[in-house]
């Protein structure tokens, strides 16, 4: 049987948000292999046959160890190269100085070497580029400073591999580069002296998954191992990177890595890591939020820590977040901590203004509902430094690809950045608009994309992308469901529940967070809140009902929904733990909402 009506998860063919619903699809044969195997019932298990797990890789899902998993070093391309020209130059006494990406993963990443090489008795220099004045990554200008600087080896992370101009420069001055880089690269290999990207052509590891933070800890290790063989640890030991994999994780969480194989270990070992809340940065950090020391999750990294730290590259004072992260000096941290919290504080205004007058501009021009493939939209002074912040929240409110653009009308120019979603890869898109001429710079991966484009090529390149997208957008669409874990009621949704399915984590990206569905509800004690959310109750036909929320969804007809109090509704959404008042309860996050008589 083809019709729709058996096919979709509560007959939701259409949701209040455009989207089909669907049971998420489990082999029911490793369903029942996993639960003999581990001893789970019948919800865990098919949880984790519906993310990919079989029985046979059950127990590291659960249980994830380094040694089980940690991939050898020479299976990256370049990575033996690259541990070699860096101890060849610190040996040598040769100036090393490191040149980082202004986000988290590039501070991160940074603070990874500048402490590996503290251990071993040398303090890095950190060279983070202004993103107004330099712009992404190394360019020659930045190689001639650093060369003035006395650099005679610059290590780049979470950039350079895109970099051609510059690293040519670089060779051309005398300046020796090793580049570290997750980033989707063009065919060419840049001049350099080793270059090591699990997304490089010819790379074989099979861990493209990885954030740059990921690959400079592997680099750890294969410095530690080339040390051994130089037997550089006879008067001091040898450096322990395990206790340093907060860091790695903080990177692979902030910039949205697919949690599977050894990223999702290394993610899930090093948030255990971040519980001690040893690194004084980041427990800094922590305080001038006013959260709570405890077993770090997902939610630390991306909400809490991830935004505060970006501040800096974004509206401040670049290096900001690789110093905090790189310091063991407990008074620089909480001093760093507190301007990249006040940073924090004035980009969310920053971003509520733009992504405001993008909306009205989208909107009333109807781009947003007009069959494109992706919304481009720029306007005059938009903060750089948000641009990418506001694509992410408007790819949700659209459930396309956007560009956000921010326009400087003087130079001519714009700086702008994207945010894709599954099936669409915007950054070979933005390549290509590269090799095309439509772009000044170019650059990212398949979920985000970041760009520079002369003012009058942006209606070519808005064309030239919607042309080149719209078949991928077209399936990705039709493949834009909810899907669904479990059916439950209200009274169902429990602290036991919620912990239960927390031992599947942690979640993201090719591990997706369990959703659950609510039928025939009720969304009672409606309230609109500060910022576009909605708050309510959800209850029941039986009157049990469960705290929920619904983020930036006021304006919205799934928000409208809640806000009317209607009745009979079906909805998916998490459950989240709502410790408030030490009530040790749950809170429902609302995903989408069907109503049956809208149908």
Not at 63 to 84: E, V, W
Not at 308 to 328: C, E, K, S
Not at 379 to 384: A, I, L, R, V
Request: aromatic residues 6%; contains cysteine.
């Amino acid at each position: 049987m083809t019709s729709d009506a058996f096919e979709h998860f509560l007959g939701v063919g259409e949701s209040l948000s455009g989207r089909a619903w669907e049971r998420r699809p489990a082999d029911e044969s490793q369903v029942r292999a996993i639960m003999q195997a581990e001893g789970l019932d019948e919800l865990l298990a098919r949880a984790m046959a519906a993310r990919g797990v079989d029985a046979r890789g059950a127990r590291d899902f659960l249980q994830p160890t380094l040694k089980s998993m940690f991939p050898d070093p020479s299976s990256f391309l370049g990575m033996d190269q690259a541990a070699t020209a860096i101890l060849d130059a610190m040996e040598a006494g040769r100036s090393l100085h490191l040149f980082a990406d202004y986000d988290v993963d590039g501070a991160a990443s940074a603070a990874l070497l500048v402490r590996w090489f503290r251990a071993m008795g040398r303090e890095l220099p950190i060279y983070v580029p202004d993103r107004l004045t330099e712009g992404y990554g190394p360019s020659p200008r930045a190689f001639d400073t650093l060369q003035s600087q006395g650099a005679d080896l610059v290590i780049t992370v979470d950039c350079g591999a895109a970099a051609e101009d510059a690293l040519e420069h670089a060779a051309r001055i005398g300046l020796d580069v090793v580049v570290v880089d997750h980033h989707l690269m063009r065919e060419r290999r840049p001049p350099c002296l080793a270059l090591v990207n699990p997304n490089q052509p010819g790379c074989n590891s099979g861990q493209g998954d990885l954030a740059a933070a990921g690959v400079v800890f592997v680099l750890l290790a294969a410095l530690n191992r080339e040390g051994r063989a130089r037997g550089l640890f006879g008067d001091r030991p040898q450096p322990d990177i395990r206790r340093w994999m907060d860091l790695a994780a903080l990177g692979g969480v902030c910039d949205v890595t697919a949690l599977r194989g050894f990223n999702r270990a290394l993610v899930s070992l090093g948030l255990g890591v971040m519980s001690d809340w040893a690194n004084p940065g980041l427990r800094a950090l922590l305080e001038v939020a006013d959260a709570q020391p405890g077993p770090a999750k997902v939610n630390h990294a991306g909400f809490i820590l991830g935004p505060r730290i970006n501040a800096g590259g974004r509206i401040g004072r670049a290096d900001l977040g690789a110093r905090l992260l790189a310091t063991d000096d407990p008074a620089e941290a909480a001093a760093l901590a507190g301007r990249l919290d006040d940073l924090n504080h004035e980009r969310r205004e920053i971003e509520r203004q733009v992504q405001d007058a993008a909306v009205r501009r989208v909107e009333s021009a109807g781009w947003h509902n007009d069959g494109s493939a992706v919304v481009v939209v720029g306007g005059e002074d938009w903060h750089p430094g948000v641009v990418g912040i506001v694509a992410g929240r408007l790819r949700e409110r659209w459930r396309k690809p956007v560009i956000v653009i921010g326009l400087d009308a003087v130079n001519g120019v714009g700086k702008g950045s994207g945010r894709s979603q599954p099936g669409v890869n915007l950054g070979r898109a933005i390549q290509a608009a590269w090799g095309e001429g439509l772009l000044l710079a170019g650059g990212g991966h398949a979920m985000a994309a970041g760009l520079t484009v002369r003012i009058d090529r942006l209606e070519d390149l808005r064309a030239y992308l919607n042309a080149r997208l719209a078949d991928e957008q077209q399936v990705a669409a039709a493949q834009d469901t909810v899907e669904i874990d479990a059916l439950i009621d209200p009274s169902a949704a429990t602290r036991a529940l919620l912990d239960g399915f927390e031992r599947l984590g942690p979640f993201g990206p090719a591990n997706p967070e369990p959703l659950f569905a609510l039928s025939g509800v009720q969304a009672r004690e409606p309230m609109a809140m500060k910022g576009g959310h909605v708050r309510c109750r959800l209850a029941g036909p039986d009157g049990a009902s469960v705290r929920a929320i619904a983020w930036r969804q006021a304006d919205l007809p799934l928000g409208q929904a809640l806000l009317e109090g209607r009745t009979g509704l079906n909805v998916v959404g998490r459950l989240k733990a709502d410790d408030w008042n030490g009530r040790q309860g749950v809170q429902f996050e609302i995903e989408d909402v069907a109503d049956p008589r809208r149908v």
